[in-house]
Protein backbone atom coordinates (compact mmCIF):
# COMPACT_ATOMS: atom_id res chain seq x y z
CA UNK A 1 0.00 0.00 0.00
CA UNK A 2 3.24 2.19 0.99
CA UNK A 3 4.56 1.50 -2.02
CA UNK A 4 1.96 2.32 -4.28
CA UNK A 5 0.77 5.53 -2.47
CA UNK A 6 4.27 7.25 -0.96
CA UNK A 7 6.37 6.23 -3.01
CA UNK A 8 5.96 9.90 -5.17
CA UNK A 9 7.17 11.49 -2.11
CA UNK A 10 10.78 9.45 -1.61
CA UNK A 11 10.94 8.87 -5.46
CA UNK A 12 13.14 12.34 -6.05
CA UNK A 13 15.85 11.40 -3.60
CA UNK A 14 15.19 7.28 -5.74
CA UNK A 15 15.68 9.23 -8.81
CA UNK A 16 18.98 11.34 -7.83
CA UNK A 17 20.39 8.41 -5.95
CA UNK A 18 19.51 6.37 -8.95
CA UNK A 19 21.43 9.23 -11.55
CA UNK A 20 24.61 9.29 -9.42
CA UNK A 21 25.22 5.38 -9.23
CA UNK A 22 25.04 5.44 -12.97
CA UNK A 23 27.15 8.26 -13.19
CA UNK A 24 29.37 6.23 -11.16
CA UNK A 25 29.67 3.51 -13.73
CA UNK A 26 27.23 1.16 -11.41
CA UNK A 27 24.53 -1.15 -13.02
CA UNK A 28 21.38 -2.28 -11.90
CA UNK A 29 22.16 -5.43 -11.28
CA UNK A 30 25.07 -4.73 -9.36
CA UNK A 31 23.43 -2.43 -7.14
CA UNK A 32 20.83 -4.97 -6.76
CA UNK A 33 23.34 -7.49 -5.44
CA UNK A 34 24.83 -4.97 -3.01
CA UNK A 35 21.33 -4.38 -1.82
CA UNK A 36 21.55 -8.14 -0.95
CA UNK A 37 24.18 -8.49 0.92
CA UNK A 38 23.51 -5.30 2.83
CA UNK A 39 20.14 -6.84 3.25
CA UNK A 40 20.63 -10.62 4.13
CA UNK A 41 23.02 -9.29 6.98
CA UNK A 42 20.20 -7.92 9.18
CA UNK A 43 19.46 -11.08 10.24
CA UNK A 44 22.93 -12.03 11.23
CA UNK A 45 22.98 -9.19 13.15
CA UNK A 46 20.03 -9.29 14.75
CA UNK A 47 21.37 -12.49 15.63
CA UNK A 48 24.27 -11.46 17.49
CA UNK A 49 22.21 -8.87 19.80
CA UNK A 50 22.76 -5.98 17.32
CA UNK A 51 19.11 -5.18 16.67
CA UNK A 52 19.62 -0.77 15.60
CA UNK A 53 22.51 -2.15 12.98
CA UNK A 54 20.15 -4.76 11.93
CA UNK A 55 17.44 -2.63 11.00
CA UNK A 56 19.45 0.09 9.19
CA UNK A 57 20.76 -2.24 7.12
CA UNK A 58 17.27 -3.73 6.40
CA UNK A 59 15.96 -0.13 5.40
CA UNK A 60 19.23 0.75 3.31
CA UNK A 61 19.00 -2.68 1.31
CA UNK A 62 15.23 -1.84 0.86
CA UNK A 63 16.76 1.56 -0.12
CA UNK A 64 18.50 0.37 -2.78
CA UNK A 65 16.13 -2.16 -3.75
CA UNK A 66 13.67 0.47 -4.52
CA UNK A 67 17.35 2.80 -6.83
CA UNK A 68 17.79 -0.67 -8.63
CA UNK A 69 14.69 -0.69 -10.26
CA UNK A 70 14.92 3.17 -10.96
CA UNK A 71 17.86 2.62 -12.58
CA UNK A 72 17.06 -0.44 -14.52
CA UNK A 73 13.78 2.38 -15.94
CA UNK A 74 16.31 4.71 -16.91
CA UNK A 75 18.43 1.76 -18.69
CA UNK A 76 17.58 -1.18 -20.13
CA UNK A 77 15.76 -3.46 -17.77
CA UNK A 78 16.20 -7.09 -18.04
CA UNK A 79 14.31 -10.05 -17.33
CA UNK A 80 17.51 -11.38 -15.13
CA UNK A 81 17.46 -8.78 -12.98
CA UNK A 82 13.71 -8.91 -12.42
CA UNK A 83 14.41 -12.94 -11.37
CA UNK A 84 17.51 -11.13 -9.19
CA UNK A 85 14.91 -8.30 -7.48
CA UNK A 86 12.28 -10.92 -6.41
CA UNK A 87 14.50 -13.27 -5.52
CA UNK A 88 16.41 -11.63 -3.00
CA UNK A 89 13.78 -9.57 -2.04
CA UNK A 90 12.51 -12.80 -0.33
CA UNK A 91 16.13 -13.51 1.14
CA UNK A 92 16.05 -10.71 2.50
CA UNK A 93 12.93 -11.28 4.50
CA UNK A 94 14.06 -15.10 4.86
CA UNK A 95 17.20 -13.54 6.59
CA UNK A 96 15.62 -11.19 9.13
CA UNK A 97 12.42 -14.65 10.12
CA UNK A 98 15.64 -16.81 10.76
CA UNK A 99 17.32 -13.99 12.79
CA UNK A 100 14.64 -13.73 15.10
CA UNK A 101 13.60 -17.27 14.93
CA UNK A 102 17.06 -18.04 16.73
CA UNK A 103 16.62 -15.31 19.03
CA UNK A 104 13.09 -16.30 20.08
CA UNK A 105 12.71 -20.16 19.61
CA UNK A 106 9.27 -20.19 21.54
CA UNK A 107 7.75 -17.91 18.77
CA UNK A 108 8.76 -20.23 15.85
CA UNK A 109 5.46 -21.57 15.05
CA UNK A 110 4.43 -17.86 14.62
CA UNK A 111 7.53 -17.07 12.51
CA UNK A 112 6.95 -20.50 10.33
CA UNK A 113 3.34 -19.94 9.68
CA UNK A 114 4.60 -16.30 8.59
CA UNK A 115 6.99 -17.38 5.86
CA UNK A 116 3.91 -19.77 4.60
CA UNK A 117 2.21 -16.67 4.46
CA UNK A 118 4.95 -14.80 2.83
CA UNK A 119 4.75 -17.85 0.16
CA UNK A 120 1.04 -17.57 -0.11
CA UNK A 121 1.04 -13.78 -1.04
CA UNK A 122 4.35 -14.14 -3.56
CA UNK A 123 3.00 -16.95 -5.11
CA UNK A 124 -0.14 -15.04 -6.19
CA UNK A 125 1.64 -11.96 -6.75
CA UNK A 126 4.06 -14.14 -9.53
CA UNK A 127 1.85 -16.37 -10.98
CA UNK A 128 -0.89 -13.28 -11.83
CA UNK A 129 2.68 -11.51 -12.97
CA UNK A 130 2.95 -14.49 -15.47
CA UNK A 131 -0.13 -14.45 -16.78
CA UNK A 132 -1.32 -11.37 -17.39
CA UNK A 133 -1.14 -9.36 -19.96
CA UNK A 134 -1.31 -6.11 -18.18
CA UNK A 135 2.07 -4.38 -18.10
CA UNK A 136 2.59 -1.62 -15.37
CA UNK A 137 5.81 0.27 -14.17
CA UNK A 138 7.75 -2.64 -13.83
CA UNK A 139 8.86 -5.17 -15.74
CA UNK A 140 5.67 -7.68 -14.76
CA UNK A 141 1.90 -7.02 -13.58
CA UNK A 142 2.50 -5.31 -10.18
CA UNK A 143 -0.59 -6.41 -7.95
CA UNK A 144 -0.69 -3.71 -5.04
CA UNK A 145 -1.53 -4.43 -1.98
CA UNK A 146 -1.96 -4.52 1.98
CA UNK A 147 1.21 -5.49 2.80
CA UNK A 148 3.86 -4.63 0.37
CA UNK A 149 7.64 -4.26 0.92
CA UNK A 150 7.29 -1.26 3.22
CA UNK A 151 4.87 -2.65 5.13
CA UNK A 152 6.78 -5.60 5.44
CA UNK A 153 9.82 -3.51 6.64
CA UNK A 154 8.00 -1.75 9.00
CA UNK A 155 6.81 -4.84 10.78
CA UNK A 156 10.18 -6.69 10.56
CA UNK A 157 11.94 -3.55 12.07
CA UNK A 158 8.70 -3.89 14.98
CA UNK A 159 10.10 -7.55 15.51
CA UNK A 160 13.50 -6.98 16.08
CA UNK A 161 13.36 -3.29 17.98
CA UNK A 162 9.94 -4.60 20.52
CA UNK A 163 10.81 -7.51 21.89
CA UNK A 164 7.71 -7.75 24.44
CA UNK A 165 5.69 -7.59 21.27
CA UNK A 166 7.75 -10.13 19.24
CA UNK A 167 4.76 -12.75 19.20
CA UNK A 168 2.19 -10.23 18.56
CA UNK A 169 3.94 -8.28 15.45
CA UNK A 170 4.54 -11.73 14.18
CA UNK A 171 1.36 -12.17 14.12
CA UNK A 172 -0.01 -9.55 13.08
CA UNK A 173 2.24 -9.79 9.59
CA UNK A 174 0.75 -12.85 9.25
CA UNK A 175 -3.07 -11.87 9.33
CA UNK A 176 -1.80 -8.61 7.02
CA UNK A 177 -0.11 -11.24 4.53
CA UNK A 178 -3.21 -13.68 4.53
CA UNK A 179 -5.14 -10.80 4.08
CA UNK A 180 -2.69 -9.46 1.07
CA UNK A 181 -2.77 -12.45 -0.49
CA UNK A 182 -6.42 -13.16 -0.73
CA UNK A 183 -6.41 -9.39 -1.72
CA UNK A 184 -4.22 -10.51 -4.69
CA UNK A 185 -6.02 -13.87 -5.50
CA UNK A 186 -9.63 -11.98 -5.81
CA UNK A 187 -8.23 -9.90 -7.99
CA UNK A 188 -6.59 -11.95 -10.10
CA UNK A 189 -10.14 -13.61 -10.53
CA UNK A 190 -11.86 -10.72 -11.72
CA UNK A 191 -8.63 -9.61 -14.38
CA UNK A 192 -8.06 -12.63 -15.61
CA UNK A 193 -11.84 -14.20 -16.67
Known amino acids: MLDTHARKYVQPLISNTAEQLLKFGLTPNQVTVISFFIGVSSGVFFYFGLPIIAVLVLWISGFLDAVDGTMARKTKSSPWGTVMDVTFDRLVEISVILGVAFVYPEIQWALLLLSVSIIFSITVFLTVGAVSEKQGMKS ?36 VEVITGLQ ?10
Do not use: C, S
Request: charged content about 15%; glycine content about 4%.
Open 140 to 175: FYYQAGLAERTEGFILLTLMMLLPAFVLWTTLIFLA
Open 184 to 193: RFFEAKRILQ
